[in-house]
Structure formats: structure tokens, C-alpha cells
């Protein structure tokens, strides 16, 4: 197999996002995505694929704006890709306006008398924001596409594990399922929540990870035309209608902590579904028992609530990028823009090093 400058290990939204910036960046640039199961087949590929342009600190904002710039400029480019733009409104009780204009761009508060949703009712106390420019994605498709454009130029393997991973001398040396060995550069380490792999676990541990199950319960209920999103800013909880598939999905933060992806089975349990209905019968029981199947699986989370792209080897050859927290697809082209910064600075420390000795 012929030497790849850059090896981007895990072909989720984020792996895929990586190697257009790659190619973006340096259009000879050589580059191979290896997944251990096909592309987009991990978290992305039960992601409910909302962009809201929010972020609880400055540097999340800041994220938020690129990546939506970075969507627009995408669809634009690509209008047939599934991105689908649509209103918002944010619902939240107490005295949250601060909070709401703080970690929302451009929100406007309104008077809300209907929810798009007949059946949503807002609870006494709490008050409703617009938010503009927000939008949907099949996250699926959406790296099946970014996938399928970089090709050939960028090397695609899927189904191919990688077990081991060592820095040796000037490269990164992998091994992988086939039983073959991989030599790099560099590579960038995008595993969305398999951070307990043999192969990385010792070097990602240090950053403090940790994985969280992510519920999303299906209402089969079809939206109306004009439906748009609710995001019930106390329970940190949303409801998305999927126009396209004819049902309304509704998130709500689960709080099961340090799950193994290779051991959810992708099936909700009575708990979950007890939770779901939980959370949005304050907003309408009539929703709320009408939750009966949904999308389970999880994501990396950080310590710090914040997307973590980082070197992981005293001769930054290998970056870690990803720990989104629940929110991959959203900030994921800003994790990618660094990812490939940190990259590329490595390579110039190295050109301009071999200078320095010449
Ligand atoms: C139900 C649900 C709803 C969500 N809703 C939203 C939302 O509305 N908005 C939003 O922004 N985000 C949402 N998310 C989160 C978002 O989907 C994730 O943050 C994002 O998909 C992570 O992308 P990733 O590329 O890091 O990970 P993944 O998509 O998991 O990709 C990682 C890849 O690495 C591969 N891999 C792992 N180990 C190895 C190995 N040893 N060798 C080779 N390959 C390996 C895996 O096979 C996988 O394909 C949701 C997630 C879930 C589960």
C-alpha cells in the first residue's frame, strides 16, 4: 500500500468532514480514511442532524458561526444533498433571557400563541425566542456524499479495523484488521465514541472522556407544512419534525454515563421511553404518549462541554479530534479546521527544522 501523508482514522461525519479539508487545503495532498465499519455507520448514522447556532462559551460560538458559514457554503455548492433549513424556537421558563441571548446568535424574543405544534402548549412562565438559521441533515448521507466526492483522490477503506497504532521514528505505523501494516505521517484520530480501543485507549485517556448514551424517541405523528423545531431550553430537550420521513423526533438528555457502542444494540428500553414521555408531558401529554420508538446510541463527551482537538504523542503526530458532545454534526466542521491546523503546523515545525539543519 503506497505511504499516505495523513491517515484519518473513523469515517463518521467528522473523519469524512477531515479529509475534505485535507483536500481542500492541498489538492495533491494524499489521504486515507479508514473505517472499522462503513462510512457514516457510527454515531452519525442515528444523529437527528440539528445545527442550531448555540453555544454556552465564546469558543463554542465562535465553532457554531464557522460551521454554519461552512453548511451554507455546502448546500449552496450542493443543493442536493439533505440539508434542510427550518425555524426554530426556543422555549425556556424562569428569567432565561440572558442566558437564551448569550448563547444564542441573533435570538429575538416573540410571542408565541401557536408551537407549529397544535398539540405543544407552553407552560405558565416560560417565554419563546425565534432563532434564525437553523437547519436539519441526514448525517448519513451527508458523509456518504462528502465521501463519494473526495474519491479516488482520497483512499477510503472500509471495514478495516485498527488495532494498533505506534509512533515510530518520522511516521505512524498501524496495524490493521487485514493483518496488514499502514505507514503515515501523520494521523488524525476521529473514533466518535470507540475511545476504549486497545489501540488508542492509552493515549486518549489522559484527556478525561468519557461516553454518554443519546435517546431520541420517534412520535408517529406527521408534521403539518409548516412545522418547525421546539427546543425546550430547561430540559436541554427538542423536538424536530422530519418532514421527509412523516414523524416528529424528540431528544431529551439521557443520563446514562460511560456506555460501550459495541454493546448497545441500538433498541430503547422501558427507561428510555419512561424518560422521554417524562420530559415532554409538561409541554404536551398528547406527544408524550405517543412516543413508542426511537434512535439510541451515544458520543464522546468532554470534560469541559467543548469539542477536544488535541495532539496526543510528545511528537504530535497523531490528533485527536472529536468529544463533541452530543453535538458532532453540528460543530463539525470547525473540529475539522482545526484538526487540519494542527496537521499542518507539524508539517511546517518539520520543513522548517530540516532547514534549520541543512
Ligand atoms: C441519537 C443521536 C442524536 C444526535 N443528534 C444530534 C444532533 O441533532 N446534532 C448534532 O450535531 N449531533 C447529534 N448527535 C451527535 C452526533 O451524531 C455525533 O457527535 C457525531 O455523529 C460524531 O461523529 P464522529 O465522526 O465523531 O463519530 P462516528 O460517526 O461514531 O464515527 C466514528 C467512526 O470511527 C470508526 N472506528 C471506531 N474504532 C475504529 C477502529 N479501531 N478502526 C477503524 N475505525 C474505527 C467507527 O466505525 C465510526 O464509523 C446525535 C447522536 C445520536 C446518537
Same mark, same amino acid.
Given at each position: 500500500?503506497?505511504?499516505?501523508?495523513?491517515?484519518?482514522?473513523?469515517?463518521?461525519?467528522?473523519?469524512?468532514?477531515?479529509?475534505?479539508?485535507?483536500?481542500?487545503?492541498?489538492?495533491?495532498?494524499?489521504?486515507?480514511?479508514?473505517?472499522?465499519?462503513?462510512?457514516?455507520?457510527?454515531?452519525?448514522?442515528?444523529?437527528?442532524?440539528?445545527?442550531?447556532?448555540?453555544?454556552?462559551?465564546?469558543?463554542?460560538?465562535?465553532?457554531?458561526?464557522?460551521?454554519?458559514?461552512?453548511?451554507?457554503?455546502l448546500?449552496?455548492?450542493?443543493?442536493?444533498?439533505?440539508?434542510?433549513?427550518?425555524?426554530?424556537?426556543?422555549?425556556?421558563?424562569?428569567?432565561?433571557?440572558?442566558?437564551?441571548?448569550?448563547?444564542?446568535?441573533?435570538?429575538?424574543?416573540?410571542?408565541?400563541?401557536?408551537?407549529?405544534?397544535?398539540?405543544?402548549?407552553?407552560?405558565?412562565?416560560?417565554?419563546a425566542?425565534?432563532?434564525? #438559521?437553523?437547519?436539519?441533515?441526514?448525517?448519513y448521507? *451527508?458523509?456518504?456524499?462528502?465521501? =463519494?466526492? &473526495?474519491? @479516488?483522490?482520497? /483512499?477510503?477503506?472500509?471495514?478495516?479495523?485498527?488495532?494498533?497504532?505506534?509512533?515510530?521514528g518520522?511516521?505512524?505505523?498501524?496495524?490493521?484488521s487485514?493483518?496488514?501494516?499502514?505507514?503515515?505521517?501523520?494521523?488524525?484520530?476521529?473514533?466518535?465514541?470507540?475511545?476504549?480501543?486497545?489501540?488508542?485507549?492509552?493515549?486518549?485517556?489522559?484527556?478525561?472522556?468519557?461516553?454518554k448514551?443519546?435517546?431520541?424517541?420517534?412520535?408517529?405523528? #406527521?408534521?403539518?407544512?409548516?412545522?418547525?423545531?421546539? *427546543?425546550?431550553?430547561?430540559?436541554d =430537550?427538542? &423536538?424536530? @419534525?422530519l418532514? /421527509?420521513?412523516?414523524?416528529?423526533?424528540?431528544?431529551?438528555?439521557?443520563?446514562?454515563?460511560?456506555?460501550?457502542?459495541?454493546?448497545?444494540?441500538?433498541?430503547l428500553?422501558?427507561?428510555?421511553?419512561?424518560?422521554?414521555?417524562?420530559?415532554?408531558?409538561?409541554?404536551?401529554?398528547?406527544?408524550?404518549?405517543?412516543?413508542?420508538?426511537?434512535?439510541?446510541?451515544c458520543?464522546?463527551?468532554?470534560?469541559?462541554?467543548?469539542?477536544?482537538?488535541? #495532539?496526543?504523542?510528545?511528537a504530535?503526530?497523531?490528533?485527536?479530534?472529536?468529544?463533541?458532545?452530543?453535538?458532532?454534526?453540528?460543530?463539525?466542521?470547525?473540529?475539522?479546521?482545526?484538526?487540519?491546523?494542527?496537521?499542518?503546523?507539524?508539517?511546517?515545525?518539520?520543513?522548517?527544522?530540516?532547514r534549520?539543519?541543512?
Open positions: 500500500m503506497t505511504r499516505p501523508a495523513t491517515a484519518v482514522i473513523g469515517a463518521g461525519i467528522i473523519g469524512c468532514l477531515i479529509a475534505r479539508e485535507l483536500a481542500d487545503r492541498d489538492q495533491d495532498a494524499s489521504v486515507i480514511v479508514l473505517d472499522r465499519d462503513a462510512i457514516g455507520a457510527g454515531a452519525s448514522r442515528r444523529s437527528a442532524g440539528l445545527f442550531l447556532p448555540r453555544g454556552a462559551s465564546a469558543r463554542v460560538r465562535r465553532m457554531s458561526a464557522y460551521s454554519q458559514a461552512y453548511y451554507a457554503d448546500r449552496a455548492r450542493r443543493p442536493d444533498l439533505p440539508i434542510h433549513p427550518v425555524g426554530a424556537t426556543v422555549i425556556a421558563g424562569g428569567a432565561p433571557g440572558q442566558r437564551i441571548a448569550r448563547h444564542y446568535d441573533d435570538a429575538e424574543p416573540t410571542q408565541v400563541t401557536s408551537l407549529s405544534c397544535h398539540s405543544l402548549s407552553l407552560p405558565e412562565g416560560t417565554l425566542w425565534r432563532v434564525p #438559521r437553523c437547519h436539519h441533515a441526514d448525517v448521507q *451527508v458523509a456518504q456524499a462528502l465521501a =463519494a466526492e &473526495l474519491r @479516488p483522490m482520497t /483512499r477510503f477503506l472500509e471495514g478495516v479495523e485498527v488495532t494498533r497504532l505506534a509512533v515510530t518520522a511516521a505512524v505505523t498501524m496495524s490493521l487485514t493483518g496488514e501494516q499502514l505507514v503515515a505521517d501523520s494521523v488524525v484520530l476521529a473514533p466518535g465514541p470507540w475511545l476504549a480501543s486497545p489501540a488508542w485507549r492509552d493515549l486518549v485517556e489522559p484527556l478525561g472522556l468519557r461516553v448514551k443519546i435517546v431520541a424517541a420517534h412520535i408517529e405523528q #406527521r408534521p403539518g407544512p409548516g412545522a418547525q423545531v421546539v *427546543v425546550f431550553d430547561d430540559e =430537550a427538542f &423536538l424536530l @419534525p418532514h /421527509r420521513r412523516g414523524h416528529w423526533l424528540f431528544s431529551y438528555t439521557c443520563q446514562e454515563w460511560d456506555v460501550d457502542p459495541d454493546a448497545l444494540t441500538g433498541s428500553t422501558a427507561a428510555d421511553l419512561a424518560a422521554a414521555r417524562d420530559c415532554l408531558r409538561r409541554y404536551s401529554p398528547d406527544l408524550a404518549s405517543a412516543c413508542l420508538a426511537g434512535r439510541v446510541f458520543d464522546a463527551y468532554s470534560p469541559e462541554a467543548e469539542p477536544v482537538v488535541r #495532539r496526543l504523542d510528545a504530535g503526530r497523531i490528533v485527536f479530534a472529536g468529544a463533541a458532545n452530543g453535538s458532532g454534526y453540528r460543530l463539525g466542521p470547525a473540529i475539522s479546521a482545526a484538526a487540519v491546523d494542527l496537521v499542518r503546523a507539524r508539517r511546517e515545525e518539520i520543513t522548517l527544522s530540516k534549520s539543519h541543512t
